[in-house]
């Protein structure tokens, strides 16, 4: 039952009371950073570059942390603690909602700013990967519309933040066997999802965590156990 190098995943560090969206992707900030405390003694916390391609072969087992959608608590709660406890992560922007509120059921959530990503950029552990253009899932698109999502995406981000970017996630997990093609060709170097299939570069999977991943759940999730047991948990 052994298992490969940990990506975990997060969304929003926020309380419930104050991140309008049911569908449970935030975190408390209080249980983030629990969790950033357990990483910070038991893992070897490194950029998912170093991860993929670098990954260290001593010492404790390493971990890389990321982030997708793009949220102001990402700079403004998140980042702060991920600094506290020196631990590096990756952030996967939907492009269009940069500068833009999220419209959610129980109305608008703030997005990141382009300052916001900039300042962020300046720090050595903080990278940054494509989430689409629009948070679309591009399962349901034709060819061309999600190439589009997937290259343009990349484009804008690299002209923002004027460095390379060589991660994708896929907008709400959805991914097939063409859509990581069309990764591989807009030049991008993995993708990620959190779907336990055959994995290759452009098939990563990560831990999922949600507002119920206390810190024994976080534990259980990175334990051999979990892909087993995940449909029961």
Request: overall charge positive; glycine content about 8%.
């Amino acid at each position: 039952m052994s298992r490969g190098p940990e990506i975990i995943l997060y969304h929003s560090v926020q309380p419930d009371d104050r991140f309008p969206s049911p569908s449970g992707v935030n975190l408390p900030p209080e249980i983030f950073e629990r969790h950033l405390a357990y990483l910070q003694g038991s893992y070897a916390a490194v950029t998912l570059r170093e991860l993929l391609f670098h990954p260290p072969r001593n010492g404790r087992p390493p971990l890389a942390v990321t982030f997708d959608d793009g949220y102001r608590d990402t700079a403004e709660i998140a980042y702060p603690l991920l600094k506290k406890y020196s631990i590096p992560a990756t952030f996967f922007l939907t492009v269009s909602m940069v500068n833009q509120a999220w419209p959610f059921p129980g109305g608008p959530y703030p997005g990141l700013s382009w300052e916001g990503v900039r300042e962020m950029g300046r720090d050595p552990g903080v990278e940054f990967g494509s989430h689409g253009l629009n948070h679309r899932d591009l399962t349901r698109l034709p060819p061309e519309e999600a190439g589009r999502e997937i290259g343009e995406s990349k484009r804008i981000l690299e002209e923002k933040i004027s460095r390379r970017v060589d991660f994708f996630s896929f907008p709400h997990g959805s991914y097939n066997d063409r859509l990581r093609g069309l990764v591989r060709e807009a030049g991008y170097r993995a993708a990620f999802s959190v779907i336990p299939r055959r994995e290759d570069d452009f098939a990563r999977r990560r831990v999922l965590i949600s507002r119920k991943d206390g810190l024994f759940r976080l534990r259980l999730k990175l334990s051999p156990l979990y892909w087993p047991l995940r449909r029961i948990l």
